[in-house]
């Protein structure tokens, strides 16, 4: 059964920091992570491929979030430095056969975890 489960969101003032978790029950995938605000789009946030060779971030994000993996244990990390309140959403995890650099198409999805940053 393909399952996508988030951890690691919660309420943080801006500047500061949080590393969102992402446990996969398969490999040899490729993995993101996206937000999304009500009444708007889910974006994609980061991407890795499949040996987490290769990474795609949204220009919003550059510099501040970084995406990782531990393939051994089918973990995915977004470790977000530098938090703005307008980073403030949903984080999903999700997960796609192949990578496709900031492609939005993806086949499996996490439950989210929320993520609010103060002012």
């Known amino acids: 059964q393909v399952q996508l489960v988030e951890s690691g969101g919660g309420l943080v003032q801006a500047g500061g920091s949080l590393r969102l978790s992402c446990a996969a029950s398969f490999s040899g995938y490729a993995m993101g992570w996206f937000h999304q605000v009500p009444g708007k789009e889910r974006e994609l946030v980061a991407a890795i491929s499949r040996s987490g060779g290769s990474t795609c971030y949204a220009d919003s994000v550059k510099g501040r979030f970084t995406i990782s993996r531990d393939v051994a244990k089918k973990m995915v990390y977004l470790q977000m430095n530098s938090l703005k309140p307008e980073d403030t959403a949903v984080y999903y995890c999700?997960?796609?056969?192949?990578?496709?650099?900031?492609?939005?198409?993806?086949?499996?999805w996490g439950q989210g975890t929320q993520v609010t940053v103060s002012s």
């Open positions: 999700a997960a796609r056969r192949t990578y496709s650099d900031c492609t939005r198409e993806y086949d499996y």
